[in-house]
């Protein structure tokens, strides 16, 4: 009787080891599955921040893009396309590839132009500024980052964000 429950506490013992195995696997799991996403402050004009992890998948910003939505957009989810364009505004890149690794991602406040950096539109000079009550949205590629965009306007002179 006692040869019995020894084998059967050593059963239990690696039963339970395996449990513990699992739990890891699918902790693991979990957090490979970790998105860059982006924040904002209210600040006008506000600082946008790109956060994501060693385990993120994605682990570049290839360009950062603010666009003015068009009116008839802006109840449209962000990753539906229509055939009315919205108006970018701001769009800038990473002037060398290590600069866009999520390490390195610098803040970005709307219309400074991060170290390194080269800006697309406009051409030349600084963004329009943002215009209270119009919305907007920033962050990078979609099909690369989906959790990297938001959506934002302005109200009594702070960046609120708005839904996706």
């Given at each position: 009787m006692l040869r019995e429950s020894q084998g059967l506490e050593r059963c239990i013992?690696?039963?339970?080891?395996?449990?513990?195995?699992?739990?890891?696997?699918?902790?693991?799991?979990?957090a490979c599955q970790q998105r860059m996403t982006i924040k904002m402050n209210d600040g006008t004009p506000p600082t946008f921040s790109i956060h994501a992890s060693t385990f993120t998948h994605y682990k570049y910003l290839t360009f950062f893009v603010v666009s003015e939505l068009a009116p008839e957009n802006v109840k449209v989810p962000a990753y539906e396309k229509t055939t009315i364009e919205n108006k970018i505004v701001w769009w800038i890149f990473p002037g060398d590839s290590h600069l866009g690794e999520y390490k390195n991602l610098p803040a970005i406040k709307y219309g400074e132009l991060p170290d390194g950096w080269t800006q697309k539109v406009p051409e030349l000079g600084k963004p329009p500024m943002l215009v209270e009550g119009k919305v907007y949205q920033a962050g990078g590629p979609q099909i690369e980052v989906p959790d990297a965009v938001i959506r934002f306007t302005i109200r009594d002179g702070k960046a609120v964000r708005l839904p996706l």
């Open positions: 013992r690696e039963f339970s080891r395996f449990l513990v195995f699992l739990a890891l696997c699918a902790v693991i799991a979990v």
